[in-house]
């Protein structure tokens, strides 16, 4: 197990400002996609969520109490700029500068999101990342924030293409819902990429210092039968479609002859096809070295069979009895996050530094009984296995400098609702009080070991 960590790590915890605010309708913020999705499909209530809104210096002051010294937030661009126009909300101004020198005050650094999941309404209803106004729009919001929040020196633009992209045109589970729609989401991804190379542009035009990235959901496929020539070409094929096509486009502002011909022809044999306009490439070619850091969320890898799923060309999840899994069914394989470091830093020698942003386990979890301190060795246990294999490969030159537990308190989960508890922090969310979990502790533990001389 992991005994100490690095001199100057970056020690933090995440969330996401729909998953954690609550106050929906609150300051005056606008409308986004989930609001209305959940009020006409209410799977779960977003209120009161954790009501970080009204609690999150309660929040911070647990996260630097025990050991944490940054924290993953996002901005609700729709307390910004309620009406998907150009006419500001200053409550919802104000509320992420109080935010942001809480953090600050409290020693946390925050490493900001500026879209996590969370599109204004008015933009999934104009097509969300498929139309190239938003594109436009997304910008404008990103230069406000740079400009207002200068107080923010760690940004990232978009949290996770691949998973956004799938919730909303593979699985549907997100809205706008469509269903196995490769084209609109492989459109999307590279309309996004576009996006947040626009917002680099931006960014290194207006802040004279500080960093940007981007965030992706690497979920690493093995051959599930080491010997089949039809598993490991899928395999191939399934990296490309969910890391490859990606990390190419954001790290090396193109994407790589093979790494297109492969994505042609899943494209091809679904009946699908994208756009990729010339103008795009030149942006992304100019964007690309100018990233200041990498954000890679890592919860999860997955065996690959030929055998065909929902999406032709990728093959489709072996169910693996020799590897055990969460509740909710993902494999759980820490090596994998070593496997995906060492891969990336040698496949894009110019990465700059990684951040994992994100890993964690979610658990169905209860109250102690004596209100006491609520026993997650399971988490810890989750939590130790996974930072080892980042501290291998950084043992080995990679350069990985910080981790960042997702999550810092309980907060709701996309498609599962209040159920399945990530926090660091158990959140009764009836009463809103907050107890501490053993996996806390464990961060505190380790955290001590950085200032040990
Ligand atoms: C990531 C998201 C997070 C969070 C996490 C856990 O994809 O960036 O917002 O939700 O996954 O996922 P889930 O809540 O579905 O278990």
Wanted: hydrophobic share 35%; proline share 4%; with cysteine.
């Amino acid at each position: 197990s992991v005994k100490s960590l690095p001199k100057n790590f970056i020690w933090g915890a995440a969330t996401a400002a729909y998953q954690v605010e609550g106050a929906t309708q609150e300051d005056g913020k606008g409308i986004n996609m989930w609001d209305e999705y959940l009020s006409k499909n209410p799977l779960y209530n977003p209120n009161p969520a954790s009501d970080f809104y009204h609690r999150y210096s309660e929040d911070i002051s647990l996260a630097s109490k025990y050991g944490l010294n940054a924290i993953r937030l996002s901005i609700s661009w729709v307390r910004i700029f309620p009406n998907f126009d150009n006419k500001v909300n200053r409550q919802g101004v104000q509320y992420y500068h109080n935010l942001f020198k809480c953090c600050l005050e409290n020693n946390v650094t925050p490493y900001v999101t500026l879209h996590h999941f969370d599109s204004p309404q008015k933009m999934i209803e104009t097509g969300d990342w498929l139309n190239r106004e938003n594109i436009d729009k997304f910008v404008e919001y990103a230069k406000f924030c740079f400009r207002e929040f200068s107080e923010v020196s760690h940004w990232f633009t978009i949290n996770e293409l691949m998973s956004l992209a799938s919730g909303q045109y593979i699985t549907g589970a997100f809205p706008p819902n469509h269903k196995n729609n490769l084209s609109e989401a492989i459109q999307a991804e590279h309309n996004m990429i576009l996006a947040h190379s626009k917002v680099v542009l931006a960014f290194h035009r207006i802040c004279k210092k500080g960093r940007i990235g981007c965030i992706l959901a690497l979920k690493p496929g093995f051959p599930n039968d080491k010997n089949s020539e039809a598993d490991k070409e899928a395999t191939k094929n399934y990296e490309v479609y969910n890391n490859v096509f990606l990390l190419d486009g954001i790290l090396l502002g193109k994407y790589r002859t093979n790494t297109l011909k492969r994505m042609q022809n899943i494209l091809s044999i679904n009946h699908a096809k994208i756009k990729i306009e010339t103008d795009d490439l030149e942006i992304m070619q100019k964007a690309a070295p100018l990233n200041g850091m990498f954000g890679m969320n890592y919860y999860r890898s997955e065996f690959i069979k030929s055998q065909e799923g929902q999406i032709k060309g990728i093959g489709s999840f072996a169910n693996r009895n020799d590897i055990s899994k969460t509740a909710w069914g993902w494999n759980i394989y820490p090596k994998g996050l070593y496997v995906m470091l060492k891969r990336i830093s040698k496949n894009y020698p110019r990465l700059p530094p990684i951040l994992i942003t994100e890993n964690g386990i979610g658990l169905d979890e209860k109250q102690s009984k004596n209100d006491g301190i609520i026993d997650d060795d399971e988490r810890i246990t989750f939590l130790d296995q996974h930072l080892y294999q980042l501290l291998k490969a950084r043992s080995e030159g990679v350069n990985v400098i910080g981790y960042f537990i997702w999550s810092l308190e309980d907060q709701f989960s996309w498609v599962n609702g209040y159920g399945k508890r990530y926090g660091l922090f158990f959140v009764d969310f009836e009463s809103q009080k907050r107890f501490i979990k053993k996996s806390a502790l464990w961060c505190q533990k380790l955290s001590a070991t950085m200032t040990e001389v």
